[in-house]
């Protein structure tokens, strides 16, 4: 079956241009996630959305990071005015529901910011 | 052998031999743990979790240990295969919480 998706698996793009990232989740997986992964690092949480709950932005590291759900599936997460720190690649999971430990991951999109 | 600064803790293994890969945790209050392999240029993939109430669990040619008097996890890999090589990383979360704490990951090469 379909697991998780993202696009594009690569993004080039000029420091102060917004980009934006897709995810299309497993189809019936009502949690989904966003991640970075800094080159040799660990996974950084951005945000967590659940179903038509109010989504745990807390991970966000400005306000130039956005993201938004639509139906309940696919997932946008937006960078605005980016900023060659913004430079990562950026992983999305969707889990069957809240606090399932086996989150099912996406290829990740790799962003650099020229 | 280690390697400090940017690059991840690597261990070299020959094939057939064990690994054994070891994680510490910070927060006490986690009670679900889950390792997981990242291979090149992919996502990571789970492998095997294991909750706070018990203090082993085995997979398919894989022991979780979980140790909570140190706050210490460790992965075992059994006859180990060159298809064993990514990095490795643990995760905790806590109940109540949203989200999985990452560690910084292990790199595992296996020699042929």
């Known amino acids: 079956g379909a697991g998780v998706s993202q696009s594009p698996s690569n993004k080039v793009t000029e420091k102060g241009k917004d980009v934006e990232l897709r995810c299309d989740p497993i189809s019936g997986h009502t949690a989904l996630y966003w991640y970075r992964q800094s080159l040799g690092q660990g996974l950084e949480f951005l945000i967590y959305?659940?179903?038509?709950?109010?989504?745990?932005k807390s991970g966000l590291p400005s306000d130039r990071f956005s993201a938004e759900r639509t139906g309940g599936s696919v997932s946008t997460l937006t960078i605005q005015r980016t900023q060659q720190e913004d430079s990562a690649v950026y992983l999305c999971?969707?889990?069957?529901?809240?606090?399932?430990?086996?989150?099912?991951f996406g290829p990740g999109t790799r962003l650099t910011v020229t | 052998g280690e390697s400090v600064g940017l690059h991840l803790p690597t261990l070299s293994v020959q094939e057939g031999d064990n690994s054994i890969i070891n994680c510490a945790y910070s927060?006490?209050?986690?009670?679900?743990f889950i390792w997981y392999k990242q291979e090149s240029g992919k996502g990571p993939q789970f492998i095997i979790d294991i909750r706070s109430n018990m203090d082993k669990r085995q997979g398919q040619r894989v022991t979780v240990l979980l140790n909570k008097t140190v706050k210490h996890l460790s992965l075992q890999i059994a006859a180990t295969q060159p298809g064993d090589s990514a990095v490795y990383f643990c995760?905790?979360?806590?109940?109540?919480?949203?989200?999985?704490?990452f560690g910084k990951g292990n790199q595992v090469v296996v020699i042929p």
């Open positions: 927060n006490s209050a986690s009670d679900y």
């Open positions: 999971a969707s889990s069957l529901g809240p606090l399932e430990g086996e989150q099912y």
């Open positions: 995760a905790e979360i806590a109940y109540g919480n949203n989200r999985l704490a």
């Open positions: 959305f659940q179903g038509n709950s109010a989504p745990d």
